[in-house]
């Protein structure tokens, strides 16, 4: 423990008192002016020192009843089938609008419409947006090489809630920030919102919906992202199969709308002794480790690895799907991802943040926490 002198002054004595350091204290970032925000848990939140293995629900309103919806990080915008939508043909619409699921190979066909959203966690906290384009699907279609899609002229069931970024080049073009319902919140828990700092901190249990002083603090990994537009540019990756180095470097998606890992590496990080077949798509043979080092192999900020097959570890996805040898290095995490990493996206400062939570042995993760807050 380092003691500092006496003249360390009033400001840091009273930030003893409360319990803050004086480090942050002076140098409290750009979250200690924000205050409003809403926790939404989800309706199946793993019990406490539990896993998520699967899609984290919510429950969206237009105004009338609620339906559940599946929370996804890997898309950008609210996508439900028509149906659910009350009084869709009066409501202002933008015209034809479609987003594709690449995971799965569905493509949404319809017409993107404006109105408001309620958004309802399992505690009865909720947000409502200002009016927001949402797609209401009155048809899917598949792509060439779909890997789960069924065509359907008038599909039903359809609840989609995607809050994820830099999603435009992945068959996505018409998504970005304006459809995001989590960047464009009118009301918290029926309260105006006023002073709230744009993005959203999501964990295994639920996600808070605008960044604050109290929901940001611990031992944060911030990676500040590049500008794309209106838009920020996808998170920095480095992926080694095996050991091999130089790692495969490109970028990550942490995709709550998954199971499964889709990873695309070189064959100089997947040769063809290691790749077979899981009956549907390539993958790697059991045994091989994956480690994923953000931003950079050289310096990660936030790292962990898995050995496909085993079960026992809580980062491992479902199952692993190797997409491509050819196209630029990508990794898509799954929702496992959130059993050892909580996961912070601060749309108005342009960062990503990462806090270990300690739920996983430390053998197999980390976080080097940033030295300083991120500026804006």
Known sequence: MTVRPLAMGVRGLAALALGVSPALAASPGPYAG????????????????????????????????????????GSTGIVVSADKIPNVDRL????????????????MIGRWVVTPVTVIGRNGVGITTAPIPV?????IECTDNARRCTPHAA????????IGFARRHDHQTQSGPSKNPFLNVAAVNGSKAGHLRRGYLVSSGGVSVGLTAGNTQGDFAYIKLERAGDDWAATPVCIAVNGV??????TLLMDTGVTAMYLTVPDSQAPNTIVTSNGHSPTLVGGTKVTISIPSEAAP????SFTVGDAGNPLAPARLILVSRVRPPFVNTSVHFLNGFDYLYDADGGFVGFRWTGHATPTIGKVVPSTARPAN
């Open 245 to 250: 180095t130089p790692a495969a470097c490109g």
């Open 34 to 73: 924000f205050e409003q925000g809403a926790y939404l848990a989800y309706l199946n939140a793993p019990a406490r020192g539990g896993e998520l293995t699967r899609p984290p629900q919510l429950r969206i309103s237009f105004g009338g009843r609620s339906y559940v919806v599946v929370m996804d990080t």
């Open 92 to 107: 202002q619409s933008l015209g034809p609008g479609q987003l594709t699921y690449s995971s799965s190979g569905r493509i």
């Open 301 to 304: 900020q936030a790292l962990y």
């Open 135 to 139: 797609l209401a699907v009155d048809r």
């Open 155 to 162: 599909p039903r069931g359809i609840s989609m809630l995607g």
